[in-house]
């Protein structure tokens, strides 16, 4: 994990106040939100996220379809602010 | 026979379609010039309509208008066909395809098998575009996608011929004649009066701008009136419309912010500019009620987040979205 996604993980957890520990086996390629996800997030945690994101990072995402791309895990959330900072 | 179509990916499904459909005969717009031609835009607090038992709350006009308004507006002459028999209905598309014509179709979301489960939900209004059929699998321009899928003829069938609401019957339609050349500017203009008409002049209470302030009025009211249990379960109903993984209502405001910039080109209308940046902080706004709703849903709001915070942000964009209006009607 790079030190943006190690960044973006500790945010989420901080947003989204995530209490259970992060599993060991934890890879930023796995899936961020829904009923796979290994964080337990769910599409209302990604509403904060979003909103988070736009604001530290000044990033906006503001399309469904760009969302679904953007949150579909920490490393593509981690390209997306990269590539728009 | 392999039709040779540009696909491109879209924020929505119906505005997707409608755009990839227009470039392919050559009318170069985009998504969000067809979601304001088309007058996309809208809002609407209608608590005597349940879904999930729950009432709905709607940020765009209904499925199929905009596509209707912007063929109509781009004087594009639309051939339509629904079907009772599922064969008939196949037969029907796969003689359009070997003429070389692609085919927009309506379909039940649930049964195409491309969708991923966690997307997997019963819409009957789902728009795509078939370009191909390859032996048993058709090749589907569907703008949600990041590139054209596969679909087996028993899937696409059992898609096409979904039961329940709005159910599609087959659904197919295609561009039967379409001009040579289109100007955009009155389509425009004619988008943004439309718009302006429904959010400001509507007669129904529970629509347009009226309608954000009678959902904020009712919104401070629900932990009274239901409970606490009950109320979230409102607030989560609303916030799951409007944002779900993300956008949704905001998601719709940029989406028109985006037309507004182009607006401003097409017609060369600087002010439409400044129209478009006013309207993407209007969509922030919404994204803040939205944040603080989640909080709630989620059990982690703090002191700042309730329900009388909530109300007043949505008077806020209520008040935001009024001027804006007014400016977008006083000139076009």
Redesign the interface.
């Given at each position: 994990m790079d030190s943006l996604e190690k960044e973006l993980l500790n945010m989420v957890i901080e947003v989204?106040?995530i209490t259970d520990p992060v599993p060991a086996d934890f890879s930023p390629d796995q899936t961020l939100?829904?009923?796979?996800s290994p964080l337990g997030i769910d599409?209302?945690?990604?509403?904060?996220?979003?909103?988070t994101v736009?604001k530290r990072y000044d990033v906006?995402?503001?399309?469904?379809?760009?969302?679904?791309?953007v949150?579909a895990s920490l490393k593509t959330l981690a390209d997306f602010v990269r590539s728009h900072m | 026979m392999e039709i040779p179509f540009t696909h491109r990916q879209s924020a929505h499904c119906e505005t997707g379609t409608t755009s990839n459909l227009l470039n392919h005969y050559g009318v170069p717009v985009s998504e969000a010039m067809v979601f304001g031609i088309g007058a996309g835009l809208f809002f609407g607090y209608l608590p005597f309509i349940k879904l999930n038992n729950l009432p709905l709350t709607t940020f765009r006009s209904a499925t199929g208008a905009i596509f209707k308004r912007t063929t109509r507006e781009l004087a594009i002459k639309v051939e339509t066909q629904r079907f009772r028999d599922p064969e008939k209905a196949m037969v029907a598309l796969d003689s359009k395809l070997d003429q070389g014509i692609p085919v927009g179709i309506q379909t039940g979301a649930y049964w195409l098998p491309y969708f991923p489960p966690a997307f997997r939900f019963h819409f009957n209004m789902h728009n795509s575009i078939v370009i191909a059929k390859r032996d048993d699998e058709y090749l589907i321009s569907d703008p949600v996608f990041p590139e054209p899928v596969l679909c087996s003829a028993h899937h696409l069938k059992l898609a096409r011929f979904a039961k329940g609401t709005l159910a599609p019957k087959g659904k197919m339609y295609v561009f039967r004649e379409v001009p040579q050349h289109v100007d955009l500017m009155q389509p425009i203009k004619k988008g943004i009066k439309v718009l302006t008409n429904a959010m400001l002049k509507n007669p129904v209470p529970l629509l347009g701008v009226r309608g954000i302030r009678y959902l904020a009025g009712q919104l401070e009211k629900w932990p009274r009136k239901f409970g606490k249990d009950q109320a979230l379960l409102y607030l989560g109903q609303v916030v799951r419309m409007q944002e779900e993984i993300g956008t949704g209502g905001a998601g719709f405001r940029f989406i028109f912010a985006a037309f507004l910039q182009e607006a401003a080109s097409t017609l060369e209308d600087n002010r439409f500019q400044a129209y478009s940046e006013r309207m993407t902080q209007i969509g922030d706004h919404w994204r803040e009620f939205a944040v603080v709703a989640a909080r709630n849903c989620k059990g982690r709001a703090g002191e700042n987040d309730s329900y009388a915070v909530m109300a007043r942000i949505l008077i806020e964009c209520a008040d935001q979205e009024e001027l804006l209006y007014q400016d977008l009607a006083n000139s076009i």
């Open positions: 989204c106040k939100i829904g009923p796979e599409s209302l945690d990604a509403v904060e996220i979003v909103f736009q906006r995402i503001d399309s469904e379809e760009t969302s679904r791309q949150l | -």
